[in-house]
Each structure stands twice: as C-alpha cells, then as structure tokens.
C-alpha cells in the first residue's frame, strides 16, 4: 500500500488540519512542515484541507490518485483560495553508494530557477513553478546549494550545509513568496520514503 505524508507549503495559510475520505489525518501542521507518513489503499481518495481547529470551510477540497504502492509527499502549494495538491512521488533509483537529490519549486511567485553546486555545476536547470525533477546521483557529503534565477549568476538564496548521506533519497522543496518578510523564501529539505 502507497504510504503517504502532507506538506503545507501554503504561503499565508493558517495551521491546518487534514481529512482523508472524512477522517482526520493531522492536526494543527503548520506552514513549511509536512505530516508522518499514512498508509493508504492504491486509488482515488478525497482529501479536505481545513484551518486547524475548524470543519466549516475548507481551504481546499478534492481527491488524489494514488498507485499501489510506494511512498508519496503531497503537497498544499499556493496562496490561500488557490491551493493546488501536487502527489509527488518517492521513487528514487537502487544503489547504496550515492546520496539522491530533487528540488520541487513551491514559491508562487518567484520565477524559474536554476540549482548550482559550490564548483558551479548546474544540477538541475529552469525549473518552474510547481514542478519538480527527477532524482540525481550525488557524492555523499556537506553542500551549499545556491538557488539562481535560471540561466543567470543571479542568486536568490543559498542553502547552506545540505548534508546528504549515503544510500538515503533527498526533495529540497522551495516554498515562500520572494521579497516577503512574513513568509520569505526557504527550503525544507525532507529524506524520503521512510
């Protein structure tokens, strides 16, 4: 069975509660943080996503699809009255050597980025909002990642001391609204698949 957690990664939203098919899932998870993992059957689920403490109106309201198995972040992107729920899956590829990285851009208004190592390797280029890559390779070790406006030297924000171990699956995920002091741009880099 899929197991799967929530990110909030709704700038200007409250805390939040999530109902699964109308059963509580989480409670009072706040913005940047994501929830444990929950086993789910393979299919069609609804999900309602509420201010934390009230079942009134929902923030958001619909259903995702999900395979049989595997592991799943689902993420809240958006503003308030605009959210979007993106499954991303956890599948990274075999191997025990290398440290696994992806990025996933959640800042709704900060525009297409590059992710260039410390040398000045891109590792993934132009990515937009709401997307996200594909899993790359990575020696294990400390990085300090910088996040440019694609295709530029530009640099727009810079995670420090990434340290990524070996055999263990990375998402950088980039959230905030570029320029704003209560909710500016972060990254909230999680290990996946357990």
């Given at each position: 069975?899929?197991?799967?957690?929530?990110?909030?990664?709704?700038?200007?939203?409250s805390?939040?509660?999530?109902?699964?098919?109308?059963?509580r899932?989480a409670s009072?998870?706040?913005?940047?943080?994501h929830?444990?993992?929950?086993?789910?059957p393979?299919?069609?689920?609804?999900?309602?996503i509420y201010p934390?403490?009230?079942r009134?109106?929902?923030?958001?309201?619909?259903?995702?699809?999900l395979?049989?198995?595997?592991?799943?972040?689902i993420?809240?992107?958006?503003?308030p009255?605009?959210?979007?729920l993106?499954?991303i899956?956890?599948?990274p590829?075999?191997?025990?050597g290398?440290s696994?990285?992806?990025?996933a851009h959640?800042s709704?208004?900060?525009?297409?980025v590059?992710?260039?190592?410390p040398?000045?390797?891109v590792?993934?280029?132009?990515?937009?909002y709401?997307?996200?890559?594909?899993?790359?390779?990575?020696?294990?070790?400390?990085?300090?990642l910088s996040?440019?406006?694609?295709?530029?030297d530009?640099?727009?924000m810079?995670?420090?001391?990434?340290?990524?171990a070996?055999?263990?699956?990375?998402?950088?995920y980039?959230?905030g609204?570029?320029?704003?002091s209560?909710n500016?741009?972060?990254?909230?880099?999680t290990?996946?698949g357990?």
């Open positions: 069975m899929p197991e799967v957690r929530f990110l909030h990664a709704s700038p200007g939203a805390n939040v509660d999530v109902y699964v098919n109308g059963r899932h009072n998870v706040p913005y940047n943080q929830t444990g993992y929950l086993n789910l393979g299919g069609a689920h609804r999900v309602d934390a403490g009230r009134l109106r929902p923030i958001f309201s619909g259903s995702v699809n395979n049989p198995q595997g592991y799943y972040t993420a809240a992107s958006g503003y009255g605009r959210i979007v993106l499954p899956g956890e599948q590829p075999a191997g025990s290398q696994y990285v992806r990025f959640l709704p208004n900060t525009p297409n590059d992710i260039v190592l040398d000045g390797t590792l993934f280029s132009n990515i937009g709401n997307g996200r890559t594909s899993y790359a390779a990575i020696s294990p070790g400390t990085y300090t996040v440019n406006l694609a295709g530029t530009q640099t727009i810079t995670l420090p001391n990434v340290a990524l070996p055999g263990v699956a990375y998402t950088a980039a959230m609204v570029q320029g704003s209560s500016p741009l972060r990254v909230l880099l290990r996946d357990g």
